[in-house]
Every structure is written in structure tokens, then in C-alpha cells.
């Protein structure tokens, strides 16, 4: 698992995770938000459906998942995402060039927490 706190990431700042998925993962999740409970964005691709969920956590509840068929992850791989905080959004930019936008619910202007976990193990990381 790869974790960080007090991460004072803006509206405006590009996140770029480059990363090797396992060739036994079952899926992995980037997690953004203030904290563990309150997450602005849960990026999540599931192999066994091959779809990307996407969803925030309000005080430890979820809330409506949005769910992406645009599955293009390969275990034993290695990938690099590309995030995007543009404020009333976030825009996940898949390897292949894909995006996928998921609403700010929460409203923030900055995030201070991350976690990656799952079947994804990160080789390089950068805020901008």
C-alpha cells in the first residue's frame, strides 16, 4: 500500500502515478480525499467485471457509483495514470488516452490524502 498524508494538493495540480499491476490482481484503488472516511475520488478497476468504478465516501459511506466500460488494464503490466483536480471535477486519463471525469461531490479545494492499494505497485510518483 502506498499512503500519504497532508498532501496540500490544489484545484489546478496533475498527478501522475505510474504503477505495475500484478498478474494476480484482482483490482486496486487510488483514493483521494482528506481522509481514510472522506474520499473526493475512489478510482477503482475491477478485473473480474472489467470496468472502472468510480465513487466518493462521505464519513465513511458510499455514495453512487459511476462506472466506466472502458477497461483497457492488463495484469503483469505496467501503466501510468494521469490525474487532473480541475475544481468541480476530476479527470483520470488512461493510458490509452481515454478520460474518465468524475464530480468533486465534496466541493474541495484541495486534498490532502492519498492511498493506493490492491494489486498495484507504484515506480514513480508526481504532483504538479
Request: charged share 25%; net charge negative; glycine share 8%.
Amino acid at each position: 500500500m502506498f499512503e500519504m498524508f497532508n498532501l496540500d494538493w490544489k484545484v489546478g495540480g496533475v498527478m501522475k502515478i505510474k504503477g505495475h499491476i500484478s498478474e494476480d490482481a484482482e483490482s486496486f484503488a487510488i483514493n483521494l480525499g482528506n481522509k481514510s472516511s472522506d474520499l473526493a475520488l475512489h478510482f477503482n478497476p475491477r478485473f473480474n467485471e472489467s470496468v472502472i468504478v468510480c465513487n466518493s465516501l462521505c464519513s465513511d459511506s458510499w455514495q453512487r457509483e459511476h462506472r466506466d466500460k472502458h477497461f483497457i488494464f492488463h495484469k503483469d503490466s505496467t501503466v501510468k495514470i494521469i490525474v487532473e483536480f480541475l475544481g468541480d471535477k476530476f479527470l483520470v486519463k488512461l493510458p490509452d488516452g481515454h478520460e474518465v471525469e468524475f464530480p468533486n461531490r465534496h466541493g474541495y479545494d484541495k486534498i490532502n490524502y492519498l492511498n493506493i492499494h490492491g494489486g498495484f505497485k507504484v515506480i514513480s510518483f508526481k504532483v504538479e
